[in-house]
């Protein structure tokens, strides 16, 4: 199993890498904007919010853009099934996946984030 889910990131991976250099230019501003609709469930820097069940909710500064914009995939298409997640993913464009990914993949979110 871990095998098979391995290789299919790996494949998601190289199906993404255009969208992924475009994340090199998301612009960090609009990118602020844009998590802003996050941090109530994902605590992020500066922002001490963990409502509603901080153990449950998976921390997303310091991961990698790629599993980021993969799971947000993964749950606009269905391959993921949590109702709240598949509902913000439902709205957020690949643009807007790639900018929040890079938001969170930056440096500044992986010192400042628990
Ligand atoms: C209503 C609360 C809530 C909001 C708002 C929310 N999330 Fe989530 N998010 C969750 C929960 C709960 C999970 C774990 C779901 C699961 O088990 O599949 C999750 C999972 C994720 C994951 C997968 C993490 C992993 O380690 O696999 C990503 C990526 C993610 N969210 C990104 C976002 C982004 C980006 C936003 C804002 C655009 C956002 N979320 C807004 C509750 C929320």
């Given at each position: 199993m871990k095998r098979i889910s391995a290789l299919s990131l790996c494949l998601g991976l190289t199906a993404l890498s255009p969208v992924l250099a475009h994340a090199a230019d998301a612009d960090p501003a609009v990118s602020r904007e844009k998590v802003s609709m996050c941090i109530g469930c994902h605590g992020i820097p500066g922002y001490k919010t963990a409502f509603p069940y901080t153990y449950n909710v998976p921390k997303l500064?310091?991961?990698?853009a790629a599993y980021i914009v993969k799971a947000l995939q993964a749950y606009k298409n269905g391959d993921r099934k949590h109702p709240s997640m598949r509902a913000i993913a439902a709205g957020l464009s690949e643009q807007d996946m790639a900018d929040v990914a890079a938001y969170y993949a930056a440096p500044a979110a992986r010192a400042a984030s628990k």
């Open positions: 500064g310091g991961q990698h």
